[in-house]
């Protein structure tokens, strides 16, 4: 979505920003989508990001050299009872850099402004006897670890490029990281819950904006996909089922170690390196299967194989804390044989073969032949995952996906396209169009949702703004160095107005 005024931009940009430094260490099943956005969105591209989450004008950033130049020690404020390093400031650019955000969007004035909002929103969670449960927190940095493992190659990469001696080093640090980023997002959610958008203030808000500025929304689309994924043969499957029930007969009646086993052959790349180590909940965001074995363990036993859509495992109960549970797992994942590959090749063929010759309509053959279970029953149609709506607009897709779809016409088929999951499976698509919006100034009447949501997050991000403020002079605050030199939307220096 285009826009032709910095004060609708500067809405957009902030709720990214509050998205990037709200959540960017957290579980990146959560943040990965607004990080694509941040990636492809044209809206900041040329842009500065602002410096805090409510602000509406950029900050003046004299701290400008390279992150790689600048000496990592020292204290650069302090919030509360919280500390931020230098080094901290560098963690958080490590981090957006590591998820393609260019040095160049974010200066190192923007970044501190953010952590030191993140510190204030947590300092008053905590006053507030906000709770962070130690179980979530342990489940986002496996998550986390894991997702990281899988992007750099392995552990040893993960800690060589974030400059740390060891996992448990590492750990420890992600987890106070995620408990304060989790305890501030608590807080902001506190702050705007119950805030509500009247169709009249929409409207206010949309006749305020000068009918030369309103925002021009991209070309949107509307699409559906078919997958087929090869069938793993019933021999590779038991293969892997024998394989660690020869594993749990060491462990358990020869007394072999579950952990050496999970290093030496789990094919979970997040967990492997620590021995299939992870701390489960009944709200941890793991497969439901899993869970429902692993709460059926007594302390000590080790669990009969089972599937999940990652594969087979077996699990073993460490210690059980109440509604905790540690846990070790060992995952194998069994072989697809080039039979089944070829198989499914030929199927997706024969499908879009009568797709396009009209034998078959898209959505009938998704309901009928699609491996896709999202998806599957509502004809193959895709939603969008940011937006919660079905739209999804040409210039903030997946890159990939838009050199698939972008130059397809409305029910035109794509051809059959080779893919494959986050845990290498392979699988075959065919993409279609059903409908295509295209570009068009913001009408009040066709466009009243997207107006309604940009009205409602300035109102919120108002919200924010007074309540910051508020609590800025009400806390013990230091700004150390340089920092003193930036320029916030918030009051940090306490300065006299």
């Known amino acids: 979505m285009q826009l032709r005024t910095n004060n609708l931009k500067s809405i957009i940009k902030t709720t990214i920003f509050f998205a ?34 409510d602000s509406l004008q950029v900050a003046k950033d004299p701290i400008k050299e390279p992150f790689q130049r600048r000496k990592i020690d020292g204290v650069a404020a302090v919030i509360g009872e919280s500390v931020i390093l230098d080094s901290d400031i560098d963690i958080a650019y490590k981090q957006l850099m590591s998820e393609g955000v260019s040095a160049t969007d974010v200066s190192r004035c923007e970044l501190a402004g953010s952590l030191f909002e993140n510190k204030l929103y947590a300092h008053h969670a905590v006053q507030d006897s906000i709770v962070i449960r130690d179980a979530e927190v342990n489940s986002m940095v496996d998550q986390q670890l894991s997702y990281m493992t899988q992007e750099i190659g392995t552990i040893d990469k993960v800690l060589r490029f974030y400059k740390k001696d060891n996992v448990e080093e590492f750990r420890k640090e992600l987890f106070e990281i995620n408990k304060s980023n989790r305890l501030s997002e608590r807080m902001r959610t506190t702050i705007i819950e119950g805030i509500e958008i009247t169709p009249e203030e929409v409207r206010e808000f949309f006749n305020d904006i000068p009918e030369a500025e309103r925002p021009l929304f991209g070309t949107e689309i509307e699409l559906a996909q078919i997958v087929i994924e090869p069938e793993i043969p019933q021999e ?78 077996i699990v073993k109960v460490d210690k059980i804390r109440g509604e905790e549970i540690d846990v070790r797992h060992i995952l194998l994942t069994p072989e697809v044989t080039r039979k089944s590959v070829d198989k499914a090749k030929k199927l997706i063929d024969s499908l879009r073969t009568s797709i396009v010759s009209g034998s078959i309509k898209f959505t009938e053959a998704a309901r009928k032949f699609s491996d896709e279970k999202e998806t599957r029953e509502d004809g193959g149609q895709l939603l969008n995952p940011t937006t919660g709506d079905t739209h999804f607009e040409l210039t903030k897709i997946d ?76 806390t013990y605050v230091k700004i150390n160095g340089d920092y003193r030199d930036c320029e916030y939307s918030g009051n940090w220096l306490k300065k006299e107005k």
């Open 20 to 53: 990037i430094f709200g959540l960017s260490i957290n579980a990146q099943l959560q943040a990965q989508e607004i990080i694509e956005d941040v990636k492809n969105d044209t809206i900041i591209k040329n842009d500065t990001i602002p410096a805090t989450i």
């Open 236 to 313: 590779e499957e038991q293969k892997v089922i024998d394989r660690l029930n020869e594993f749990r007969e060491d462990i358990v009646e020869k007394g072999a170690s579950f952990a050496t086993k999970a290093v030496l052959y789990s094919q979970d790349p997040g967990s492997k390196s620590t021995g299939g180590k992870y701390t489960l909940n009944r709200q941890t965001n793991f497969a439901k299967e899993f869970k429902d074995v692993a709460f059926s363990l007594e302390e000590g036993e080790v669990s009969e194989p089972f599937k999940t859509d990652f594969g087979w495992h």
């Open 399 to 474: 890159p990939i996906l838009y050199d698939q779809v972008s130059k397809l016409k409305t029910n035109e088929v794509s051809l059959v396209i080779p893919d494959q999951d986050r845990q290498g499976k392979k699988k075959f698509k065919l993409i279609t169009v059903l409908n295509r919006y295209d570009e068009h100034i913001a009408d009040y009447a066709k466009d009243y949702l997207k107006i309604q949501e940009l009205a409602l997050r300035k109102k919120q991000i108002d919200a924010i703004r007074k309540w910051q403020n508020e609590k800025i002079m009400d």
